[in-house]
């Protein structure tokens, strides 16, 4: 599995939506028992995409689609009976205290998967451990996707 060696930046490139997905399924399996995932790129970059490819890697069946409208949406983890996946989408929302109510205690649950779109919204809001995610749109169907892993230490 490519990140395995992920020590702190891995930078990767697809052609296709299909390729990005699989780039994420992978990246989910690190994490089966819980964490963040901040995601940050313009509209069209494929942050559903890659969100898709959590998802599914988590083991969701269920099709995930863009909660841009109501906000969040939550799916059971058949991998993690003690989390849930929660898929937030902050493109929508202006002001930080609006969204820090969404998100309430999500992640007070270390066992929860997060998957936050817009993230860098409440980039100060956000816990220290967590995993970045920029996702830029090269032109058609190819990607760049940057994964930065941050922590306390």
């Not at 998967?113 to 993230?119: F, K, P, S």
Request: glycine residues 8%; positive net charge; aromatic residues 8%.
């Amino acid at each position: 599995m490519i990140f395995r060696s992920l020590d702190r930046k891995l930078c990767l490139h697809t052609s296709s939506a299909k390729k990005t997905q699989k780039i994420a399924f992978e990246l989910a399996q690190s994490f089966k028992n819980g964490g963040i995932i901040a995601l940050k790129g313009d509209l069209g970059a494929g942050k559903t995409t890659f969100t898709q490819g959590i998802a599914r890697g988590l083991g969701v069946t269920q099709k995930l689609i863009s909660p841009t409208f109501i906000l969040m949406r939550e799916y059971n983890l058949p991998s993690n009976s003690l989390g849930r996946l929660y898929h937030l989408d902050l493109y929508r929302l202006e002001k930080v205290a609006e969204i820090l109510n969404l998100v309430g205690d999500l992640f007070s649950n270390p066992n929860n998967v997060i998957l936050i779109e817009w993230a860098d919204k409440i980039e100060n809001e956000l816990p220290r451990n967590l995993t970045w995610i920029k996702l830029t749109n090269l032109g058609g169907n190819k990607r760049s996707i940057e994964i930065l892993e941050t922590n306390d230490s």
